[in-house]
């Protein structure tokens, strides 16, 4: 089991940047798919982006395409952190922002919230127009 905690919310306005962090315990991310999703009340959990941490075949990146161009995840090996940048923030990408992981020892994007076990608290992300 992996635990999950996000960080770097906040309220911005329509034009910034936030990059919220997602830190891991427990386990390292190798071998393991890490998603960012989002949800704002009465919906579900909408995929945002993800990242395979496979080391032997260097990590791939997967992104929604509300969120292509504009947001970028990545991971630090050292730190065990998987990042969201979001730049060109707008007011429809208010929200909570969560990570969950899931092992998955190969490149293949997993958008489906309901096949992750491990999440995070979620952080919150609030864009004013």
């Known amino acids: 089991q992996v635990q999950l905690v996000e960080s770097g919310g906040g309220v911005v306005q329509a034009g910034d940047s936030l990059r919220l962090s997602c830190a891991a315990s427990g386990r390292t991310f190798g071998s393991y798919f890490v998603g960012w999703f989002r949800q704002v009340p009465g919906k579900e959990r909408e995929f945002v982006a993800g990242?395979?941490?496979?080391?032997?075949?260097?990590?791939?990146?997967y992104y929604s395409d509300s969120v292509k161009g504009r947001f970028t995840i990545s991971r630090d090996v050292a730190k065990n952190t998987v990042y969201l940048q979001m730049n060109n923030l707008k007011p429809e990408d208010s929200a909570v922002y969560y990570c969950?992981?899931?092992?998955?020892?190969?490149?293949?994007?997993?958008?489906?919230?309901?096949?992750?076990?491990?999440w995070g608290q979620g952080t919150q992300v609030t864009v004013s127009s």
């Open positions: 990242i395979s941490c496979i080391s032997w075949t260097g990590d791939r990146t």
């Open positions: 969950a992981a899931i092992f998955r020892p190969y490149s293949v994007v997993q958008p489906d919230p309901h096949e992750y076990r491990d």
